[in-house]
């Protein structure tokens, strides 16, 4: 009587592989589509759009000037992220225990949110002068309210019995805000992240194109591209620009998957 094979890791890598395939290729085959459609429009239509090859031989060409750039928008973003966030989940912690606070601050946060930050950048261009603040506010503005709305909603996303056994320890408000309301509220951070980090991105190039200041960004690259009429430039700095956005969503999907592995995966 013969035994069943046991799959070995060969099988295994196989499998591995086949399901690593069958996720990336959709994607990898409608890049290359496009890339050839742009590739096409370029070469007959050089005014409109750069070949590829320009687009890689201006990196190319200059990559000290473009690192450098990319520094910039990532520190703007960085800074302006951070500070953002800060404010945002201490008011959501606020408007989690006092409603009253959140009855003052959450209709403002909806007329700021509504209102054009690229109107507002110039009044911090003129108060604050050529400096690198007018641009982390714009940034920091840029990406408050998603904050402040998924902080609040994850920290009152609570188990209602978990609550109760919380209190049934007599535990502090404290105690609940630290064991329950923000693990609880992991999730819907991350959703906030994953949209916020992105957005970022945007609110740096936004406040360059807005503000003057004394380093320039990669949206100072696509404007002094624009100046000149010269596209490669600019391209070249917005692929800069969306590596940095995918290399951020990437970022928050590790560690998201790593932080809450005890969730369903997505």
């Not at 090859?53 to 703007?76: C, K, N, W, Y």
């Not at 991350?190 to 970022?200: E, G, M, Q, T, Y």
């Not at 360059?208 to 430039?233: D, H, K």
Request: charged residues 10%; contains cysteine.
């Amino acid at each position: 009587m013969s035994t069943p094979s046991l799959p070995g890791p060969a099988s295994g890598r196989r499998r591995q592989g086949a399901r690593l395939i069958g996720r990336w290729a959709p994607a990898a085959v409608l890049l290359g589509l496009l890339v050839l459609a742009w590739q096409v429009v370029a070469v007959h239509n050089a005014y409109l759009v750069p070949r590829i090859g320009a687009i890689l031989a201006q990196l190319a060409d200059h990559p000290g000037e473009f690192l450098a750039a990319a520094a910039v928008t990532l520190s703007e973003s960085g800074v302006g992220l951070g500070a953002s966030f800060v404010i945002a989940f201490s008011l959501a912690v606020a408007m989690s225990y006092i409603p009253v606070v959140e009855r003052a601050v959450m209709p403002l946060a909806v007329i700021l949110n509504v209102t054009p930050v690229v109107s507002l950048a110039p009044g911090f261009a003129v108060a604050f002068g050529f400096t690198m603040t007018p641009r982390y506010l714009v940034t920091g503005i840029i990406v408050f309210f998603p904050l402040l709305v998924n902080s609040l909603v994850g920290l009152r996303a609570i188990d209602d019995e978990a609550l109760q056994y919380f209190q049934s320890l007599d535990a502090s408000r404290l105690e609940v805000l630290l064991h329950l309301r923000i693990p609880s509220s992991l999730p819907f951070l991350f959703a906030a992240a994953r949209i916020c980090f992105p957005l970022s991105i945007i609110g740096a190039v936004v406040s360059e194109f807005s503000t003057a200041g004394t380093a320039n960004g990669l949206g100072s690259l696509i404007e002094e591209g624009f100046q000149e009429n010269y596209l490669p430039q600019i391209y070249a700095a917005i692929f800069c620009l969306s590596l940095l956005g995918l290399a951020f969503t990437l970022l928050v999907t590790l560690v998201e998957r790593r932080v809450l592995s005890w969730g369903p995966r997505r």
